[in-house]
């Protein structure tokens, strides 16, 4: 499997995973600084695009990282029983998992496969967390509301901000109840979920800011730490 994905004892590879239309392939672009329309960008869609496991190398100059994107875990062409050995995840060093809505079966079932093999470290990741925060705050508005109607008066954009404001929090907080709750029925250790969206990811790093942040940094940090730590490690042996 090594030999098929390229693996090289050089470099960190890091798998991306998750359900069918997570966003996988638009949070590889968003953490190789890319944005979908890039050239060599991986590809999106609506559908799942990914048919086989593919190889992005990080374009940062000197990156030791090579990116994976992983076929929909629970399509009808990969079922969920067989997916983490059929995929091969076992040779990554980092699995990110991307959940959507709610952690599934599917993404319990990776977690749990990873605390099998102490070598692979696992992140859960939140996508699309400004899609998600937006939609809830237009469902407290009046119907037909468009935040990006250009003659909505003062007062309603006023209130939009406002309940966007008190969205967000109701989100994060539900988002991170959650996943504890299902890592704690599901018999797994605490984890961290980190809530991001592609655009934040992109303005971390740009070394800009955006209103949209929420633990994208955070992510940035974490994840360029493990490569440290597991680069180290790599050249002490």
Known sequence: MKAKYSYSPNFLHLAVVGTSGVGKSSFINAVRGLSNNDSVAARTGIVETTATVTRYPDPSPNSRIIWYDVPGAGTPKVPEWQYFNDMGLYIFDCIIVLIDNRILDSDL???RACEQ??????????SKSDQHINNMTCDKMPRGFDPCDPDVDDEARSRFLQIKSEERKRFIEETRQNVQMNLESGNLSPKKV???????????LSNSRSSKAIDEAELV???GEC??????SACEN
């Open 227 to 232: 490569v440290r730590r597991r680069l180290q």
């Open 194 to 204: 980190h809530i991001v969206c592609k655009d934040a990811v992109l303005a971390v």
């Open 221 to 223: 940090s974490d994840v």
């Open 117 to 126: 093999f102490r070598n692979i470290q696992a992140f859960i990741v939140r």
């Open 109 to 111: 079932a990776i977690l």
